[in-house]
């Protein structure tokens, strides 16, 4: 894959990658692959309200469905419904170690059952959108390079091409989600591993990167990079990254960041709470003189303040 085909995307993160914060990250970088936080299939097909979870910006495109979930019928279902609001693509997530996820048998306990994730695969597929899966290495304390391998050849086999892994096993009892993510060790090496003994497949990397330099190094091996928590606390990273790909010539300015959110909220008016976008944002002066300013700032945000009207302050004494 060449350079300029290499892909960059926004890690799929329930209650911070909401519409809002999509939209917003859109705004420092063009290129990057968004995802929406995970919606779980009962959610989408018998939940009051799907439309709340599933309408987005047009500005959020590329932009990718994850969906959890264990079921092929209601996968086929949710497939369609992808395909109905356009999105670009369904992500299926088998990474999730959380209680309530186990309990419903989805998530990163599918790692233990390849044949039911490539039926799951073949079901969310049925819309003719493309699909990925993101999922760990391994389960739990077993370090097996040879079944992770298994694993992704066999979900192959579905028809599926595009495999997002984050890097470290997870492991189901006696750690919580935020533990899963720090805890087993992080092996980029068998994700690179992986590239070379399916190089028809789309590798994407994910976990732990926090500097431009260290996603720019993986590049060579795989076909892309997934970043998380980095992305949310410290947004212009991705825009270096763009830099360093040669996608664009400069960092974004702030204060144009900030215009062009107030042009975003300003499309909700009133319906849009300052909160809610405002929530996201703490990372825009990540780093740099006036952070905690900014930080402070933040936080004057009211339940009865627009969205937009927090916008025309944070101009006033930002920009
Ligand atoms: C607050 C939070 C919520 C997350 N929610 C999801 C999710 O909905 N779906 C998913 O596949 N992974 C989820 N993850 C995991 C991330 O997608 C990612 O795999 C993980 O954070 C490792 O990448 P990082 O080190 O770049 O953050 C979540 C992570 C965080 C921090």
Same mark, same amino acid.
């Given at each position: 894959?060449?350079?300029?085909?290499?892909?960059?995307?926004?890690?799929?993160?329930?209650?911070?990658?909401?519409?809002?914060?999509?939209?917003?990250?859109?705004?420092?970088?063009?290129?990057?692959?968004?995802?929406?936080?995970?919606?779980?299939?009962?959610?989408?097909?018998?939940?009051?309200?799907?439309?709340?979870?599933?309408?987005?910006?047009?500005?959020?495109?590329?932009?990718?469905?994850?969906?959890?979930?264990?079921?092929?019928?209601?996968?086929?279902?949710?497939?369609?419904?992808?395909?109905?609001?356009?999105?670009?693509?369904?992500?299926?997530?088998?990474?999730?170690?959380?209680?309530?996820?186990?309990?419903?048998?989805?998530?990163?306990?599918?790692?233990?059952?390849?044949?039911?994730?490539?039926?799951?695969?073949?079901?969310?597929?049925?819309?003719?959108?493309?699909?990925?899966?993101?999922?760990?290495?391994?389960?739990?304390?077993?370090?097996?390079?040879?079944?992770?391998?298994?694993?992704?050849?066999?979900?192959?086999?579905?028809?599926?091409?595009?495999?997002?892994?984050?890097?470290?096993?997870?492991?189901?009892?006696?750690?919580?989600?935020?533990?899963?993510?720090?805890?087993?060790?992080?092996?980029?090496?068998?994700?690179?591993?992986?590239?070379?003994?399916?190089?028809?497949?789309?590798?994407?990397?994910?976990?732990?990167?926090? @500097?431009?330099?260290?996603?720019?190094?993986?590049?060579?091996?795989?076909?892309?990079?997934?970043?998380?928590?980095?992305?949310?606390?410290?947004?212009?990273?991705?825009?270096?990254?763009?830099?360093?790909?040669?996608?664009?010539?400069?960092?974004?300015?702030?204060?144009?960041?900030?215009?062009?959110?107030?042009?975003?909220?300003?499309?909700?008016?009133?319906?849009?709470? @300052?909160?809610?976008?405002?929530?996201?944002?703490?990372?825009?002066?990540?780093?740099?003189?006036?952070?905690?300013?900014?930080?402070?700032?933040?936080?004057?945000?009211?339940?009865?303040?627009?969205? @937009?009207?927090?916008?025309?302050?944070?101009?006033?004494?930002?920009?």
């Amino acid at each position: 894959m060449a350079m300029s085909e290499k892909i960059l995307s926004v890690a799929p993160m329930l209650d911070w990658t909401d519409r809002h914060c999509r939209h917003f990250l859109r705004l420092i970088c063009p290129s990057c692959v968004l995802y929406t936080e995970m919606l779980t299939t009962n959610a989408l097909l018998l939940g009051r309200d799907p439309q709340r979870f599933l309408e987005y910006s047009a500005a959020e495109h590329p932009l990718i469905l994850q969906v959890g979930g264990d079921d092929p019928e209601a996968m086929r279902r949710v497939s369609w419904l992808a395909r109905e609001y356009q999105y670009d693509g369904i992500n299926l997530n088998v990474g999730c170690p959380s209680p309530r996820v186990q309990k419903g048998s989805f998530g990163a306990c599918l790692m233990a059952t390849p044949e039911h994730v490539a039926t799951l695969m073949t079901a969310l597929a049925d819309s003719g959108l493309p699909v990925s899966i993101k999922h760990r290495l391994g389960l739990d304390r077993e370090e097996n390079y040879a079944a992770l391998q298994q694993f992704v050849g066999r979900v192959a086999q579905s028809g599926c091409r595009h495999f997002i892994v984050h890097a470290r096993n997870a492991w189901l009892k006696g750690l919580n989600p935020a533990e899963n993510r720090e805890i087993p060790p992080l092996r980029w090496d068998w994700v690179q591993q992986l590239k070379q003994d399916f190089p028809h497949l789309q590798i994407e990397i994910n976990g732990g990167f926090k @500097a431009p330099a260290t996603v720019l190094e993986q590049y060579p091996s795989v076909d892309g990079v997934m970043i998380g928590r980095a992305a949310y606390h410290n947004p212009l990273l991705l825009a270096e990254v763009e830099i360093a790909l040669g996608r664009r010539a400069q960092l974004p300015e702030r204060g144009q960041i900030l215009e062009d959110l107030m042009t975003y909220a300003e499309s909700w008016g009133e319906t849009l709470p @300052a909160p809610r976008l405002s929530r996201h944002l703490h990372g825009l002066y990540y780093g740099v003189a006036g952070a905690g300013e900014w930080r402070r700032f933040l936080g004057t945000a009211a339940l009865n303040e627009s969205a @937009a009207d927090f916008l025309r302050r944070a101009l006033q004494q930002f920009a």
